[in-house]
Nanobody, 129 residues
């Protein structure tokens, strides 16, 4: 049974920090891409950060570069998103996802497009004010 469970969301002031966690279970062994995405009210879901887990290559949206960091703990089967210097525009539901492996030769290991990810958690709300 494949499951992704997010936690760590909450309300924080501008400039504050939060760390989101995504506990994964039941994923196939060849699940090489894990990602964080977000969706604000009235907006489309967008990519925030993705990681190619075999060598920890990372991808970030321009809007979060230098402020957010994706990481993994293989022993705990958990992926994290450290979010620093939070801004009001970071307010959204944050989702963990798995499986968006890009084809060999495409120039990237992982897709940043949420439509390419088949496995999703239920999300955790982040509110910055």
């Amino acid at each position: 049974h494949v499951q992704l469970v997010e936690s760590g969301g909450g309300s924080v002031q501008n400039g504050g920090s939060l760390r989101l966690s995504c506990a994964a279970s039941g994923l196939p062994e060849n699940t090489y891409c894990m990602g964080w995405f977000r969706q604000a009210p009235g907006k489309e879901r967008e990519g925030v950060a993705q990681m190619y887990t075999p060598d920890r290559t990372t991808y970030y949206a321009d809007s979060v570069k230098g402020r957010f960091a994706i990481s993994q703990d293989n022993i705990k089967n958990t992926v994290y998103l450290q979010m620093n210097i939070l801004k009001s525009e970071d307010t959204a539901m944050y989702y963990c996802s798995a499986g968006g492996r890009a084809p060999w030769g495409s120039g990237v290991y992982c897709y940043t497009d949420p439509l390419k990810y088949p496995v999703w958690g239920k999300g955790t709300q982040v509110t910055v004010s």
